[in-house]
């Protein structure tokens, strides 16, 4: 695990994140490290999303810091590519995290399942 990842994130739950941002269609979000940082630290994130892969992965440390200031729930995917693609970004775009800023009602389902999942995890 690198310095940012705080647990292991099983890859059933993983894929369910992917399922709760596609079904959070018109759900606004906020891309890059540094709007990522602003939503925590404001507190107005639902749910932030964080890319294993980062290099380097300091770049991230600080965010589940600041989540869990705030009581903000976050997880864990392990591919940039593939999270920026399942937000909807264009083709060849990396996203190393994501802040989810609202959950819509066909996500809401999802993004309470997969929240329960992970306070499990970090049990």
């Given at each position: 695990?690198?310095?940012h990842?705080r647990?292991?994130t ?12 596609q ?18 630290e ?8 964080l890319?294993e ?11 589940p810091?600041?989540?869990?200031e705030?009581?903000i ?9 593939f999270?920026?693609k ?6 060849g775009?990396?996203?190393?995290s994501i ?9 809401q ?5 997969v ?9």
């Amino acid at each position: 695990m690198t310095v940012h990842v705080r647990f292991e994130t099983p890859e059933d739950i993983a894929e369910k994140i992917y399922e709760m941002i596609q079904s959070n269609t018109n759900g606004r979000i906020k891309k890059g490290s540094n709007e990522v940082t602003k939503a925590a630290e404001r507190g107005t994130a639902q749910f932030i999303i964080l890319a294993e892969d980062v290099n380097p992965p300091e770049l991230l440390a600080h965010i589940p810091l600041i989540c869990e200031e705030k009581g903000i729930p976050y997880g864990y995917v392990p591919s940039q590519e593939f999270l920026a693609k399942e937000a909807g970004l264009t083709t060849g775009i990396k996203a190393a995290s994501i802040a989810v800023m609202e959950i819509t009602k066909g996500a809401q389902e999802k993004f309470n399942e997969v929240v329960e999942e992970i306070n499990k995890l970090k049990a």
